[in-house]
């Protein structure tokens, strides 16, 4: 009898479904999965290392690119840690508009992983009405930072700048004429507030037409349930966090266990799976976008209620203001060296965590008391949803790995770093 | 001048007559192959709240012109390691199928190329000859995500194939016959002396064995761009690979025809008796395909793809078992002379 031989299959790095740049190498017996053996390191920017050479606020920026779908909830993390060696405590509106913040790239995140999940399992149309979505919170995102992605808006001690009164509109073109463009700018008349109060409104509206195309679809049932069944003992073993623990009812959320910024005043609740299932982490998903859309708006009421200094009045961490750097010599001096040398950070060290969409997102970061870093070490949630690939897709088919893929919800930017 | 034209038509040679009456049934079909991908982006687009090609000539109508064009120009490339002229082979053997089977095909009662007694074995042989062609492709390619979906079509191809037959079988015992003509014309009057309603399973099967026949969502897994990149084809460029998309769509519309001639009724109005609508009319047969062919491009919009293993069970565990005990129902009503269907 002929020898037989299990079949390779170089799955990636230019695949539709390798989000990005996964290379996987499976071993196939039919089409069933023997071994799966992700190969990371494609998508390899040395964050950490560029990060050592850079003035600690210089950095936010590649925090940004790590996770490039969940931009804010980096900087957090990175923002967190440095605040705790520096000892601040930023204002309690800015610590606000953060977990505005946090919870509109939560659902940014959840919305592609959605889009992009369904599209991996072949249903085209979600990700189309997700990107819709998006869009407004770009909108967002870009009112108060510039960028549509790339925010760079946390600072430690608080944000930026706060938040605008005005929201960009547009204007009309060869494809739009004045009425179509009225109706386009209808929810932008008010402040970002009142825009971003305008989608909370009709968030809820469009989960439930994702629902109905995919919760009760029987197709999408008879892909995802039972497929990849993480048991809570092993999803604690292999580290998994965020979505992907809870998904095995694994009740851990660091928002509520290790509370962080204002989450502690804010009601909502952590949805947790039942059998760990490909199936339950998408409801758990869908229903953080709603928990999400809930924090959102108490954010709002709480913003609008409450104004206030957005970032610390510590001039040797967050910049003076314009006016005051223009006519006063002491401010331009430490407008100057905020900009050239930064600040220094007292020796010592700090892990700082965050409830990232896709689990704990962690900076290690030590200092010997220079401007920059010495050490800053990135506890990506994705490195160890994707070291889990292998036993979760064992036994199961070549369609169920991209499955899985896509329940994982890896980004490259932050595997690879 | 009408005088003229017949004289010299039959003094034509015959082999040129039948040659002529290719061309005329062809030449629609491809064009309609054509504008169908150009309906289905639309019509996606819509449904997926955007708007889908408008550039290309008024409202994006010359899209599939510029398309076809494209692919004219492009290189085929033909991988190192493949079997040249079955390369080559494949997509022809997977589009001729696809048009030949129009020869049977009969538009109303007078306008059809051959009026072929077989005609249902005939469309039966040649859309299962179809799979050749994916088969071979991916074979030739010497790809393993080429040979993955080849094996993957293969497999599916003769499931489908068993329901899709029983479907048919049971069309042969309502109308008692295998010409397509005469098993329209078994349905004249009206919508409820159609074939849909006392087969109504197997009209349902036939024509999601239609999907699946070509490797339509959601059954493309064959093709399974988010899992095998693009299946049998992967290898294939330029007109090659426009070969295979001109045989899916060409496919699509056969089958929507023929779910229209044998269980919708064909050319007849669904309103006999009335004025001007209630006479039979090839538009009424176009009608009923456009809403198959919708049903198509809705489906691929709507649905996630099933798993290879699954889309056998869906064939083997409910739509030949289906198909079966309702060809024992349609025989039984045959024998009673169920009326207004049977008697």
Not at chain 1, 237 to 262: A, C, F, H, I, N
Request: charged share 20%; aromatic share 12%.
């Amino acid at each position: 009898m002929a020898e037989i031989r299990n079949y390779t299959l170089n799955f990636g790095p230019q695949h539709p479904s390798a989000h990005g740049v996964l290379r996987l190498v499976l071993e196939l017996d039919g089409e069933v999965i023997e071994r799966a053996d992700p190969h990371i390191g494609l998508l390899h920017r040395g964050t950490e290392k560029l990060a050592e050479h850079k003035a600690f606020n210089q950095n936010i920026g590649y925090m940004d690119r790590l996770d490039y779908v969940s931009m804010l909830a980096n900087e957090h993390g990175y923002v967190l840690a440095i605040e705790k060696m520096l000892g601040t405590v930023p204002p309690v509106r800015a610590q606000y508009i953060r977990v505005m913040f946090d919870e509109v790239t939560r659902i940014l995140n959840h919305l592609l992983w959605l889009g992009a999940h369904a599209l991996d399992i072949g249903a085209m149309t979600v990700f189309l009405f997700a990107f819709r979505e998006r869009e407004d919170l770009f909108d967002a995102y870009e009112a108060v930072s510039g960028a549509r992605m790339h925010a760079t808006y946390y600072r430690p001690g608080g944000v930026y700048r706060d938040l605008p009164d005005t929201m960009p509109k547009y204007e009309t073109s060869k494809w739009h004429n004045q009425k179509e463009v009225n109706k386009l700018n209808e929810n932008r008349e008010g402040s970002l507030l009142d825009f971003l109060e305008d989608f909370t409104r009709r968030f809820p509206g469009y989960v439930d037409e994702y629902e109905t195309l995919l919760t009760d679809n029987r197709i999408w049932k008879q892909r995802t349930v039972d497929i990849a069944i993480v048991s809570p003992e092993r999803a604690l073993q292999m580290g998994l966090t965020g979505p992907m623990l809870r998904g095995s009812g694994v009740e851990w959320d660091l928002r509520k266990k290790q509370p962080y910024e204002v989450y502690d005043q804010l009601d909502f609740d952590i949805p947790v799976g039942v059998t760990g299932d490909c199936y339950d982490r998408y409801l758990v998903r869908v229903a953080e976008m709603r928990e999400a859309n809930k924090i959102i708006k108490q954010c709002i009421d709480w913003l609008r209620a409450n104004p206030g200094p957005v970032i610390v009045n510590d001039v040797k961490v967050a910049p003076p203001s314009r006016e005051n750097m223009k006519g006063n010599m002491e401010a331009m001096i430490h407008h100057f060296k905020l900009f050239t040398e930064g600040y220094c950070v007292p020796e010592g060290e700090a892990y700082a965590a965050v409830e990232h969409p896709k689990g704990e997102f962690g900076i290690y970061l030590v200092s010997d008391g220079a401007n920059k870093p010495y050490r800053l070490k990135i506890r990506a949630p994705g490195f160890a949803h994707l070291a889990a690939l292998d036993e979760m897709s064992r036994g199961h088919m070549l369609a169920d790995v991209v499955a899985i893929i896509g329940t994982q919800d890896i980004v490259f930017g932050e595997v690879d770093r | 001048m009408l005088e003229l034209i017949l004289t010299t038509w039959d003094a034509l040679p015959e082999i040129l007559q039948i040659v002529l009456k290719i061309v005329v049934i062809v030449v629609p079909i491809m064009l309609s192959v054509a504008y169908l991908t150009l309906a289905e982006r639309k019509v996606i687009g819509y449904i997926q709240v955007r708007i889908g090609p408008n550039r290309v000539g008024p409202k994006g109508l010359l899209q599939p012109i510029a398309d076809g064009l494209k692919l004219l120009m492009k290189e085929i490339i033909i991988p190192t390691n493949s079997n040249r002229y079955l390369f080559i082979a494949a997509p022809i053997i997977a589009l001729a199928p696809a048009l030949a089977a129009w020869a049977v095909i009969p538009f109303n009662a007078e306008l059809l190329l051959s009026d072929l007694d077989a005609g249902l074995l005939y469309i039966l042989a040649l859309t299962s000859f179809g799979v050749y062609g994916i088969i071979i492709a991916g074979w030739a390619s010497n790809s393993k995500y080429a040979f993955l979906g080849a094996l993957r079509s293969a497999a599916q191809v003769v499931s489908y194939e068993i329901a899709m037959g029983f479907a048919l079988v049971g069309v042969l015992l309502a109308a008692h016959s295998l010409n397509i003509r005469d098993i329209v014309e078994a349905q004249a009057g009206g919508v409820f002396h159609w074939f849909w309603l006392p087969l109504l399973p197997l009209f349902v099967v036939y024509f999601l064995a239609g999907v699946a026949e070509t490797n339509r969502a959601p059954f493309d897994v064959a093709e399974g761009e988010s899992e095998i990149v693009a299946g049998f084809h992967v290898e294939y460029s330029g007109m090659c690979f426009a070969l295979f998309f001109l045989a899916e769509y060409a496919n699509m519309i056969l089958i929507a025809a023929l779910t229209a001639l044998m269980f919708l009724g064909g050319w007849y109005s669904p309103f006999p008796g009335l004025p001007v609508i209630g006479e039979p009319s090839i538009i009424w047969l176009f009608a009923k395909m456009s809403v198959f062919l919708f049903l198509f491009l809705w489906f691929r919009a709507t649905f996630p793809r099933y798993r290879y293993d699954q889309i056998m069970r869906l064939g083997w565990k409910v739509f030949i078992p289906v198909t079966i005990v309702w060809l024992l129902v349609v025989a039984v009503a045959v024998l009673a002379e169920l009326g207004p269907w049977f008697d």
